[in-house]
Nanobody, 124 residues
Framework: QVQLVESGGGLVQAGGSLRLSCAAS????????MGWFRQAPGKEREFVSA????????SAADSVKDRFSISREKDKNMVYLQMDSLKPEDTAVYYC?????????????????WGQGTQVTVSS
């Protein structure tokens, strides 16, 4: 069982930055690929970014790949999403997710554990 707790969301102006954090429980953290997803009001949950269990592989949605970066600190069981040049369309609830495999994927169905989400609001 893995428990995930996100933090770092908030209100920011367009062009600003935020850093989301995800704290994971469990002693086998490196066996899990980690992902960030987001869901805006009235829209389906969508993939944002993911990182492999080793941290050596990453993936990001085209809409964010030049602005967001994902990283992890294995000794601290932490995953981060650095978000720069934020746009109003980035406004959503952001979720951290853990996949019981070290291989990353960009499909939500592959992630078994989810955090409660953190709100990110970007004003124009």
């Amino acid at each position: 069982q893995v428990q995930l707790v996100e933090s770092g969301g908030g209100l920011v102006q367009a062009g600003g930055s935020l850093r989301l954090s995800c704290a994971a429980s469990g002693r086998t953290f490196s066996r899990y690929a980690m992902g960030w997803f987001r869901q805006a009001p009235g829209k389906e949950r969508e993939f944002v970014s993911a990182i492999s269990g080793s941290g050596g592989g990453t993936s990001a949605a085209d809409s964010v790949k030049d602005r967001f970066s994902i990283s992890r600190e294995k000794d601290k069981n932490m995953v981060y999403l650095q978000m720069d040049s934020l746009k109003p369309e980035d406004t959503a609830v952001y979720y951290c997710a853990a996949r019981p495999s070290p291989l990353l994927i960009d499909q939500a169905y592959g992630y078994a554990y989810w955090g409660q989400g953190t709100q990110v609001t970007v004003s124009s």
